[in-house]
C-alpha cells in the first residue's frame, strides 16, 4: 500500500431508497480507496448499484450513511481530506467543477449550442471563461476525441456515439484530476468505443484518475484494478471471470473468416441448396422508404445525414441496423417513427404515409401502431414503472380501464421487472429503466417495435432476455428494427441494414467483402451494377478475359468445366453472398470455368475489376481472404480435371 493519501476514500457508506415497500438498500456499507492515476473498473449485473456508487462519489445524490472523502485539493494530492458529503450546494458545485469530470450516460449537452460552446460550459460556469483560450483548448479537446469536424454542429445533428464523444470533451475542460464515467462506451460502434478507451489510457498515463462503470467484460485485463457490486455489496471480481476475454472484434472477425471458407467449397447441386428463409405473406410491406433524403442546416453549413435511401421490410423480420457513429442510423429510425421530417422521399409505413398526416395524427397512429425504445428511456420521474408503462395505452385508449394495471404488470415481468412495479425510476438502476422502456413499447401492442441501442445499457444476462423477447415477438409477426453496435446481435437477425455516410450498403457486398470497413462497402456498392440471368443463361465462358468480380444476389449459379470430348463436370452451385472471379483477379489468367444461372436464374452484382483491385489494395484482410479461396478454388479445379 502506498503511503500516498487515496484521491477517494469511501467509508461506510451505505445508500437506500424510500419505495412504497419500505427502504431499499441500494449501497451496503462499502469502504473503498481509490489510488490516484489509476484507472479503476466498477462491474456489476443492472441493478446492482454501480451508477449509485458514482453518485455517492461526485454527490449528485446525497448518501444515507457514511462518509466520502476526497484527497485531491488543488488539481493534486493533498493531506488534508474534503468531506463531499457535508458540503453545501454552492461549494459542492466549485468542487465538482475544479476537481470532477462527470461522463453520464445521456450526455446531457445543451441543444441550442454548438458543441464548442457545450465544451466550454464548464469554465463559464465557474467564471474561468477566457474567449480566446477557452474556445482553442475545447477545439483540441474535440480533436482529441475525433469530433473536430462537426464542431459548430448543434446535438440533433449528430449521432448518440459522436455526443457521447463531446460529453467526454466536456469533462476534461477543466483539467481535472478525478474523472469518472458511466458506460461511456456502451453506444459506441466498436472502432470508436476503443478511441475512447484508449484515450483514457492516455489520460491514466498523465496521471488522470478514472473510475469508469462497464458491463464490456472484455475491458476487464485492461483496467489497473477492478471491483465488482453484487445487490449493493462491493468486492473484487468472481475468479471465473477476472481472466482475460476474447474481444468481440475477434469473434466477429473468426466468423467471417468461416463464412468466406463456406463460400470457396461448395460442391452440392444447386438443388439440394434450400431457399432462403422467407417473411410471412402480408398484403403490403411493413415499411417503404423511397428516396429518402435528410440535409440538415445550420451556420456551419449543410449536412447529409441520409441520402437517397431505398428499403422495403416485411412484417416478421427481426432486422439490425449497424455502422459507425454518425452514419444516419438514428436518423433512419426517426424518419420512419415520424419523429422528424424527411427533405425528400416518401415514407410508407403499414401501408400508410406517415407524412400526410398531421402531427397530432401521427403522434396518435404511432402511439397505436409502434413502439419505440429510445436510448435513454424518457421514463417520467413521478410515476412508478407500472404507470409509465400503462401510459401508452391510456394516451391511446387501448385495452379496458381496469386491464391496465395487469397487462403493465405482465409487461414488467417479462422484462424482469415484476418485484420493481411500484418504484420510482430513480430507484432503479439504468439498466432496469431500459427494461421499463421496452415493457412501455409493448404496451399497445404494436405491430412495429424501433429500438435505439436497447441492450447498450445492460449485463450480458438481461441483454439476453430482452433479445429472446424480441426474436419470439418477431416470430409472432411482428417487424423489430434495433439500432446496434453489438456485432454478436446482427447474428440473431433476420437482416442486417448497414449505413455509412448516410447511405445503405448492399448487404450482398457486406456478405461477399465482410473484412472491407463501411466505406469500402460503401464505395463497392455505388460501383457494383446489378445484372438479372435468365435461367441456364451463360454468365461467364471458360477461357474468357474475367471483367468483374461477380457477386450472388439472389438465386443460383452453376460452376461448371468444359473437357475437351465437349463433356462437362458441375463442380459448384454458389448461392446469394457468394462470389466467383477471384481466381482470375488475383492469380492472373483467364476463366477457368463456365459460369451460368441454375435452374432458378440468378442476379448478380458485378463489380469492375479496377474498383476490386483498388479495394482490395486497401484492404489487406480481404485480399488475403480472397487469395486464400483462390488457391483453394484452382487447385479444387486441377484436381477435378485430373480425376476426369
Known amino acids: 500500500m502506498s503511503n500516498q493519501n487515496p484521491i477517494i476514500q469511501m ?13 431499499f438498500l441500494a449501497l451496503k456499507d462499502v469502504t473503498i480507496e481509490i489510488e490516484p492515476g489509476e484507472f479503476l473498473g466498477i462491474t456489476g449485473k ?34 488534508s481530506a474534503v468531506p463531499i458529503h457535508t458540503l453545501d450546494e454552492d461549494n459542492l458545485a466549485l468542487w465538482r467543477g475544479e ?80 474523472i469518472i464515467a458511466d458506460e461511456p462506451t456502451g453506444n459506441l460502434d466498436s472502432v470508436t468505443a476503443e478511441t475512447i478507451f484508449q484515450i483514457f489510457e492516455k489520460l491514466v498515463d498523465q496521471g488522470k484518475t478514472i473510475v469508469m462503470v462497464t458491463h464490456d467484460e472484455s475491458l476487464a485485463p485492461r483496467f489497473s484494478r477492478r ?13 471465473n471471470g477476472s481472466g482475460p476475454i476474447t474481444p468481440v472484434t475477434a469473434q466477429v472477425a473468426q466468423s467471417e473468416d468461416q463464412e468466406l471458407e463456406v463460400a470457396a467449397d461448395s460442391p452440392e447441386p444447386c438443388d439440394e441448396i434450400a431457399p432462403v428463409r422467407e417473411a410471412p405473406q402480408q398484403k403490403h410491406p411493413a415499411i417503404i422508404l423511397n428516396g429518402v433524403d435528410k440535409i440538415y442546416e445550420n451556420a456551419a453549413g449543410k449536412f447529409v445525414a441520409l441520402k437517397n435511401v431505398s428499403m422495403q421490410l416485411s412484417y ?71 404507470e409509465n408503462t400503462m401510459l401508452p395505452m391510456d394516451y391511446c385508449k387501448v385495452y379496458a380501464f381496469h386491464e391496465r394495471p395487469d397487462r403493465a404488470m405482465e409487461l414488467l415481468k417479462m422484462v424482469g421487472l415484476e418485484e420493481h412495479a411500484h418504484k420510482l425510476p430513480a430507484s432503479v438502476s439504468s439498466g432496469q429503466q431500459q427494461g421499463a422502456a421496452i415493457a412501455r413499447a409493448l404496451a399497445t401492442d404494436p405491430s412495429i417495435i424501433l429500438a435505439d441501442e436497447p441492450t ?13 423477447i424480441f426474436e419470439q415477438l418477431a416470430a409472432q409477426g411482428k417487424t423489430i428494427l434495433i439500432v446496434t453496435h453489438d456485432p454478436s446481435i446482427t447474428q440473431r437477425t433476420d437482416q442486417t441494414i448497414i449505413l455509412s455516410d448516410g447511405e445503405i450498403i448492399d448487404q450482398t457486398v457486406a456478405r461477399a467483402l465482410p ?7 460503401l464505395a463497392a456498392t455505388q460501383k457494383a451494377k446489378r445484372q438479372e440471368f435468365a435461367p441456364g443463361a451463360t454468365i461467364l465462358s471458360q477461357g474468357d478475359s474475367v471483367e468483374h468480380f461477380c457477386m450472388i444476389v439472389s438465386g443460383q449459379v452453376e460452376i461448371v468445366v468444359d473437357f475437351e470430348q465437349s463433356n462437362e463436370m458441375s463442380l459448384a452451385c454458389l448461392g446469394p453472398g457468394q462470389f466467383f472471379g477471384e481466381v482470375e483477379l488475383t492469380q492472373g489468367g483467364e476463366s477457368i470455368a463456365s459460369v451460368r444461372s441454375a435452374k432458378r436464374g440468378a442476379e448478380v452484382a458485378l463489380l469492375p475489376k479496377d474498383t476490386f483491385y483498388k479495394l482490395i489494395d486497401g484492404s489487406p484482410l480481404t485480399r488475403s481472404a480472397l487469395q486464400e479461396i483462390a488457391v483453394t478454388r484452382a487447385a479444387e479445379n486441377q484436381r477435378r480435371r485430373k480425376s476426369d
Open 456 to 468: 447498450g445499457n445492460l449485463d450480458s444476462r438481461s441483454a439476453e432476455n430482452i433479445l429472446s
Open 316 to 386: 416478421g423480420q427481426f432486422i439490425s441496423i449497424v455502422g459507425k457513429s454518425g452514419c444516419g442510423k438514428s436518423t433512419l429510425l426517426n424518419m420512419i417513427t415520424g419523429i422528424d421530417h424527411p427533405t425528400a422521399g416518401e415514407v410508407i409505413v403499414g401501408n400508410e404515409r406517415i407524412y400526410e398526416m398531421t402531427e397530432s395524427q401521427r403522434a396518435l397512429w404511432r402511439g397505436k401502431n409502434m413502439g419505440v425504445v429510445f436510448q435513454f428511456f424518457q421514463l417520467l420521474p413521478t410515476l412508478t414503472l407500472l
Open 11 to 23: 467509508r461506510d457508506v451505505v445508500k437506500a431508497y424510500a419505495t412504497g415497500e419500505g427502504p
Open 99 to 178: 476537481n470532477l469530470g462527470i461522463i453520464y450516460q445521456s450526455f446531457e449537452l445543451m441543444p441550442s449550442l454548438n458543441l464548442v460552446d457545450n465544451v466550454m460550459l464548464p469554465p463559464d460556469f465557474l467564471g474561468g471563461y477566457h474567449p480566446t483560450g477557452s474556445k482553442t483548448k475545447a477545439l483540441k479537446l474535440l480533436e482529441l476525441v475525433d469530433i473536430l469536424e462537426h464542431a459548430y454542429k448543434i446535438p440533433a445533428h449528430i449521432s448518440g456515439g459522436q455526443k457521447q464523444r463531446v460529453a467526454i470533451a466536456r469533462a476534461l475542460i477543466n483539467d481535472p484530476p478525478l
Open 515 to 521: 473484412f472491407l470497413s463501411h466505406p469500402q462497402m
Open 227 to 239: 471491483l465488482h457490486i453484487v445487490d449493493g455489496v462491493v468486492g473484487d471480481p468472481p475468479k
Open 46 to 79: 443492472s441493478g446492482a448499484g454501480k451508477t449509485t456508487l458514482l453518485n455517492m462519489i461526485s454527490r449528485v445524490s446525497d448518501l444515507t450513511s457514511g462518509e466520502v472523502l476526497f484527497f485531491g485539493g488543488n488539481n493534486g494530492s493533498s493531506t
